[in-house]
């Protein structure tokens, strides 16, 4: 990718001199049940759940605010076409569901390193999630979504998707049952780390910034970019308001 794309994606539009302004501390947030990071709404739904009661934190795009939060108790499953339906009540009321497609039914079953929910129905709203083969990991900033995951080879692949081109951003089908949208920054042949700290994955965008997520065990994750043009010092910081992490693959 050419330098001006990059610095557009990674500095939101700021003067390559200048570093964006810190974000405010995030909400703390449980290890959530699901993150729905909605490839046909401009909006994250994050789902904590407690035994037989969910509660969802909704984000909106593209500016990356908390908009409400709303608890709801958690009804029956049911199967059908390949897929597991939850139902969310509200006063004994049936007011949406959650689908989780049934790992055996995509084409490499093996891909699902979490699970494959692909919708959220809440009211008369659907929301489509999105959701990539072999996700290592996938999380949420303030200012943009992001996903760690793997190709058919076991490379690693980074890409995130900016709150502020959100609605630019078209939904796509990518191969292994992947559902996304347009990214706006992808960078690829990343390096791991895990150890009993946690994870630590590399990323090397150019000659100009390395990419770095840091997950540590007590649940603070982090984006920290780098800026090798000023010494590799750290150039910006974001912390992850939510994430969720992946099963295979390790």
């Known amino acids: 990718m050419r ?14 001199a200048e ?10 947030l449980n ?28 984000y909106d795009k593209p500016n990356g605010a908390l908009v409400q939060r709303t608890e709801y108790q958690i009804g029956v499953e049911e199967a059908a076409a390949g897929s597991v339906y939850t139902t969310l009540t509200q006063n004994g009321a049936d007011v949406g569901a959650i689908r989780q497609t ?8 093996g891909s699902a390193y979490t699970p494959p929910f692909t919708s959220v129905r809440l009211g008369e709203r659907e929301i489509s999630c999105r959701w990539l083969p072999r996700t290592r990991l996938m999380g949420i900033t303030g200012r943009r979504s992001i996903v760690v995951s793997e190709d058919g ?11 502020a081109a959100a609605a630019e951003a078209q939904p796509i089908e990518i191969a292994e049952n992947g559902r996304t949208t347009t990214f706006s920054l992808e960078v690829r042949d990343g390096v791991e780390q895990m150890d009993a700290n946690g994870a630590r994955y590399e990323f090397q965008s150019s000659n100009t910034f390395q990419i770095t997520i840091v997950a540590p ?9 780098f800026a090798q043009n000023r010494g590799g010092g ?10 969720i992490e992946g099963t295979g693959g390790e």
């Open 3 to 16: 330098l001006p794309a990059l610095l557009l994606v990674l500095l939101a539009a700021c003067s390559p």
């Open 217 to 225: 065990r007590n649940g603070t994750a982090r984006i920290d970019v």
């Open 153 to 163: 080879d076991g490379d690693l692949l980074y890409h995130s998707y900016d709150f």
């Open 102 to 109: 049934n790992p055996g039914m995509l084409e490499t079953p």
């Open 31 to 58: 290890a959530p049940w699901l993150i729905c990071d909605a490839i046909d709404a401009p909006v994250i739904l994050v789902f904590e759940r407690d035994s037989a009661t969910a509660r969802v934190a909704q």
């Open 234 to 243: 750290l150039f910006q910081s974001e912390d992850l308001i939510a994430y």
């Open 19 to 28: 570093a964006p302004p810190p974000l405010p501390p995030a909400p703390a």
